[in-house]
């Protein structure tokens, strides 16, 4: 029709800025998945600092989980309804001043400021989470749009690794409070000074969207009138698509096990190998770069394949028998044995993460990615915390083998429940469609 018309002469062009703007995103995410993870990494210097329990420093990781889930909805929408830049602005506000409240916490009784830090940068990662396919949507050729949000997505993954490895480097495990805690605020303060220097580049390089439209799909949806489009009943299509609904928990099951090692590992492996802060730090990098990798190549053989349910299920087992092998090795005393038995585990749980997306996006095509990616988010981070806080109380009570175990029979159930999905490819058929006609 006229929209047709109107699309066919627009100018389809890429712009030269995008690779700033992915760029930048990623590197706020990073500073922000940095934030998470900093206090579990060194969960034990700072229960001493602090005088609190591991339980209340596990907290600090859980806050980032539980802000998530009410806020999401209200933040997507407002994402639909001001664009891109506001949001980003925002994301990178509050990660700042997030970062600038911890520094007013550098004494044993200020934990309380510590802990609205940490609340405020969890608010930034809200702004954070579902931009990817956003951004990569609006500023990416369609050639290139897969590989543009894996960069947004591996800037949170390398945040993750950095805030393994760098607390226990900057913040040694001495018994002086003074010295601990000059110690932390210099942590403190490159962290600030980061989140800083990355909000006033927002507010420079990020941009709406490019002058030109990237792509004939982007053009079509930018000449189309804004109609209401509704997150009601968007959100009730996918809440009625059964395969849809078993993805959602055998996502939450998956990504939830591994909210839970990642907030506790530091914890299990000074248990059994004390005075080894820095290579607990190590041992988490490992399990995200090889994470990294298990990522990247699922996403590769995806686009190969398009084997999706099969993909998924494979990827499902080798996390469980990676669960496995991790739970009966960890006390053996070897830590090289450690090393390995993560990477695997790292390579098939953060390799699921794109798989669990791409799968969704295919079993609810035509609706909203951002719809679809964040109810996954939310059923991951329910999950989240509730194996978190049952790992660790189960951990304490009857020690490592046991918190591990657990985790290992939700994985067996979620491997379980992925034969029961049957693999309704609607983007495929649609696009076959397509060819036919």
Known sequence: GVAAAA?????????????????LFSSYS????FQWIQYGSINNIFVYFYEVNAFAIDWLSISYMLTYIPLLFPVAWLLDKRGL???ALI???????????????LKPHLFPITVLGQVICSLAQV??????????SVWFGSHEVSTACSIAVFGNQLGIAVGFLVPPVLVPNVKDVEKLAYHISIMFFMTAGVATALFILVVIVFKEKPLHPPSRAQALIQSRPPEEYSYRRSILHLLRNTNFLLLMVTYGLNTGCFYALSTLLSRMVIHHYPGEEVNAGRIGLTIVLSGMVGALISGIWLDRTKTYKQTTLAVYVMSLAGMIVYTFTL?????????VTAGMLGFFMTGYLPLGFEFAVELTYPESEGT????????AQIFGIAFTISQGQIM??????????????????????TVFIKADLRRQQANLDNQQT
């Open 7 to 23: 699309t066919a002469t627009v100018e389809v062009r890429l712009s030269r800025r995008r690779w700033a703007v992915v760029l």
């Open 30 to 33: 990073l500073c922000n998945a």
């Open 85 to 87: 830049r506001l949001i």
């Open 91 to 105: 994301g990178s506000a509050l990660n700042a001043l997030g970062a600038w409240v911890k520094l007013g916490s």
């Open 127 to 136: 702004f954070i989470l579902g931009m990817p396919s956003r951004i990569a």
């Open 331 to 339: 006390s053996l005393g070897h830590l090289w044995v450690v090393f």
């Open 372 to 379: 679809s990616s964040g109810l996954l988010n939310v059923s």
């Open 396 to 417: 304490d009570r009857f020690g490592t083998k046991a918190g591990n175990l657990f985790l290992c029979a939700f994985l067996f159930l979620g491997t379980m429940m």
